[in-house]
């Protein structure tokens, strides 16, 4: 529940948040609002996926991508502005708003989203970020249509060309794609697809959400028995299973998603415990693979949460839902420390999309 994030937030962050209010303290969001700001414009570390034609494709990542240059890779960039995006619009009166709007107004620029859409045009690029930077851009893209502010409009018109590019590539390879990927990282098709679903139907564009509903429906209606046992792998930071049931609650009505969902995940209880999925368990937050399991159980609270949501309210599966999410949710959020870059360049932005209950 919500109250219970706000306690661990509370407990994490010394932040004041009082139980009777509806919405966290901005006090409480500064921590992942300064996570984004200290890494946007931070060039090095950085691991860029980069295919080369000639010599002249050689450059520093703030010449190839100008806009999302930093927070170590391209996608990571792309969610740390979307965090910042979300933030701004839900606290405009926070002090780290400020700061959050100088520092997208540096890089949400026509000209420098401009040089990244002319990166994604490279030959040789046809599968650059995909799908995983792609839906995250889409999510920004929707962040921004959704924000009434004069600023932000304008943004959202610099990104425009951008986001028709990354909807374009995923409407020309999912009539192509023959198998969902169900791995529990950067290319898994489920989380992707739920994200970009959102966006389609944020802005309205109805052929793309037929086409994404279409795949997902045709990779997974027929889906039973998750191998959720064999989960985690040791650098997940999504749920194969658990992501997969969070894009059909998107799609399913409640009493049907109900149903598919007793054959693709029987394992779940209902005594209401937690135990049916235990917490991913970190051995070393300075190695940035491992570091992943922090992200995984944000993400899976987020998601439990969201197949919550999909379900009748009289589903006797709930309590064990939330018992899981609320286990995941505090594990998750107390490792957003900023201790080390490896988790600090990108976990605030999923303790922020669980705590503001983006994908609701």
Same mark, same amino acid.
């Given at each position: 529940?919500?109250?219970?994030?706000?306690? $661990?937030?509370?407990?994490?962050?010394?932040?004041? !948040?009082?139980?009777?209010?509806?919405?966290?303290?901005?006090?409480?969001?500064?921590?992942?609002?300064?996570?984004?700001?200290?890494?946007?414009?931070?060039?090095?570390?950085?691991?860029?996926?980069?295919?080369?034609?000639?010599?002249?494709?050689?450059?520093?990542?703030?010449?190839?991508?100008?806009?999302?240059? #930093?927070?170590?890779?391209?996608?990571?960039? %792309?969610?740390?502005?979307?965090?910042?995006?979300?933030?701004?619009?839900?606290?405009?009166?926070?002090?780290?708003?400020?700061?959050?709007?100088?520092?997208?107004? /540096?890089?949400?620029?026509?000209?420098?989203?401009?040089?990244?859409?002319?990166?994604?045009?490279?030959? #040789?690029?046809?599968?650059?970020?995909?799908?995983?930077?792609?839906?995250?851009?889409?999510?920004? !893209?929707?962040?921004?249509?959704?924000?009434?502010?004069?600023?932000?409009? /304008?943004?959202?018109?610099?990104? !425009?060309?951008?986001?028709?590019?990354?909807?374009?590539?995923?409407?020309?390879?999912?009539?192509?794609?023959?198998?969902? %990927?169900? *791995?529990?990282?950067?290319? /898994?098709?489920?989380?992707?697809? #739920?994200?970009?679903?959102?966006?389609?139907?944020? $802005?309205?564009?109805?052929?793309?959400?037929?086409?994404?509903?279409?795949?997902?429906?045709?990779?997974?209606?027929?889906?039973?028995?998750?191998?959720?046992?064999?989960?985690?792998?040791?650098?997940?930071?999504?749920?194969?299973? %658990?992501?997969?049931?969070?894009?059909?609650?998107? %799609?399913? &009505?409640?009493? /049907?998603?109900?149903?598919?969902?007793?054959?693709?995940?029987?394992?779940?209880?209902?005594? #209401?415990?937690?135990?049916?999925?235990?917490?991913?368990?970190?051995?070393?937050?300075?190695?940035?693979?491992?570091?992943?399991?922090?992200? +995984?159980? +944000?993400?899976?609270?987020?998601?439990?949460?969201?197949? +919550?949501?999909?379900?009748?309210?009289?589903?006797?599966?709930? &309590?064990?839902?939330?018992?899981?999410?609320?286990?995941?949710?505090?594990?998750?959020?107390?490792?957003?420390?900023?201790?080390?870059?490896?988790?600090?360049?990108?976990?605030?932005?999923?303790?922020?999309? +669980?705590? *503001?209950?983006?994908?609701?």
């Amino acid at each position: 529940m919500r109250m219970f994030r706000l306690f $661990v937030l509370f407990v994490m962050l010394n932040a004041v !948040a009082a139980a009777d209010e509806p919405a966290m303290d901005a006090a409480t969001v500064a921590n992942f609002a300064n996570l984004a700001l200290k890494c946007i414009h931070q060039e090095y570390p950085n691991k860029i996926g980069h295919v080369m034609n000639s010599d002249d494709d050689v450059g520093p990542p703030r010449e190839l991508t100008p806009a999302f240059f #930093g927070c170590f890779d391209w996608h990571s960039s %792309i969610h740390g502005h979307w965090m910042l995006v979300r933030l701004s619009k839900l606290y405009p009166d926070a002090e780290f708003t400020a700061a959050a709007r100088a520092g997208l107004g /540096q890089s949400l620029s026509a000209e420098k989203l401009a040089g990244d859409a002319a990166y994604l045009a490279g030959e #040789g690029r046809a599968s650059f970020e995909r799908p995983y930077g792609l839906a995250w851009l889409l999510c920004l !893209a929707e962040e921004l249509h959704t924000w009434d502010d004069e600023e932000a409009q /304008q943004w959202s018109q610099n990104l !425009a060309p951008l986001e028709a590019e990354a909807a374009s590539r995923l409407r020309e390879w999912l009539p192509k794609l023959y198998y969902p %990927i169900r *791995t529990g990282e950067h290319s /898994q098709t489920a989380f992707a697809f #739920g994200l970009a679903l959102d966006w389609a139907r944020a $802005v309205g564009d109805e052929e793309a959400a037929d086409l994404i509903k279409g795949k997902a429906l045709e990779f997974h209606l027929d889906d039973v028995g998750c191998p959720l046992s064999y989960e985690p792998s040791g650098q997940d930071f999504l749920s194969p299973c %658990i992501a997969e049931a969070d894009l059909m609650r998107r %799609i399913l &009505p409640p009493r /049907q998603f109900a149903k598919w969902l007793d054959g693709f995940l029987p394992e779940i209880p209902t005594d #209401g415990g937690a135990g049916w999925l235990p917490i991913g368990v970190v051995t070393d937050r300075a190695d940035g693979k491992l570091a992943h399991l922090d992200g +995984l159980n +944000l993400s899976r609270a987020w998601m439990l949460e969201g197949i +919550l949501a999909g379900l009748p309210e009289d589903d006797p599966r709930r &309590p064990a839902l939330r018992a899981a999410a609320d286990a995941h949710a505090k594990a998750g959020l107390a490792s957003v420390t900023g201790e080390h870059y490896e988790g600090g360049h990108w976990l605030g932005s999923f303790a922020t999309y +669980l705590v *503001t209950e983006k994908g609701r």
